[in-house]
């Protein structure tokens, strides 16, 4: 009878692998970036005062996206790593999930400030509706919805890579069951 490597439990603290890592940064930047691309659509079409203007609106954020956010994000996930590993190191034996989640949430608030805050005194040519965009960005109307996006984007990056490496470990057997293994 070979012996079977024992399934994490509530009790066992989380490996934390560098596969679950970089699982988790990526499902983080593809979160960031389709909730920038819906939240900042609504948000500026609500600042418009007008839904006649949201196709226009959408093809202008998805276009500002493709300039400018998708490599901004993928710098801050890059960069913000380091952060986001060593937390989830330190969170490895902390049980529930609402704890890690608020962990999670907290370092995307911090992070999505830094590059709000980075960004929005960068020196920006004002050319046409990007200037004016990145001119704006640390206005609370854009800035704080932009956290939110941010904290809850590192929050279920975290929550779907945990939940994938849980499910990537076998389930506990029953002794019935490991009898039934065994033959």
């Not at 609504?42 to 493709?66: D, E, H």
């Not at 960004?119 to 956290?147: D, Q």
Request: proline fraction near 5%; avoid cysteine.
């Amino acid at each position: 009878m070979t012996s079977r490597p024992s399934p994490r439990t509530a009790q066992q603290p989380m490996a934390f692998l560098w596969r679950e890592f970089w699982r988790g940064a990526v499902a983080t930047w593809i979160t960031f970036n389709t909730l920038f691309l819906v939240v900042t659509t609504v948000v500026l079409t609500i600042m418009s005062r007008s839904l006649q203007g949201i196709f226009s609106i959408l093809i202008l954020v998805a276009w500002f996206q493709l300039l400018f956010v998708v490599a901004i994000s993928a710098l801050a996930t890059i960069v913000g790593g380091p952060l986001a590993f060593g937390l989830g190191r330190l969170l490895r034996t902390v049980s529930g999930i609402r704890r890690h989640l608020v962990a999670f949430a907290g370092l995307g608030l911090v992070v999505g400030g830094l590059v709000i805050a980075i960004v929005g005194v960068w020196p920006v040519i004002e050319t046409e509706e990007f200037g004016t965009l990145l001119s704006h960005l640390t206005e609370p109307y854009i800035a704080l919805p932009l956290l939110g996006v941010s904290a809850i984007s590192v929050a279920y990056g975290w929550y779907w890579t945990a939940s994938r490496a849980l499910l990537d470990v076998p389930a506990p057997q029953t002794a019935t069951a490991e009898a039934q293994f065994a033959d």
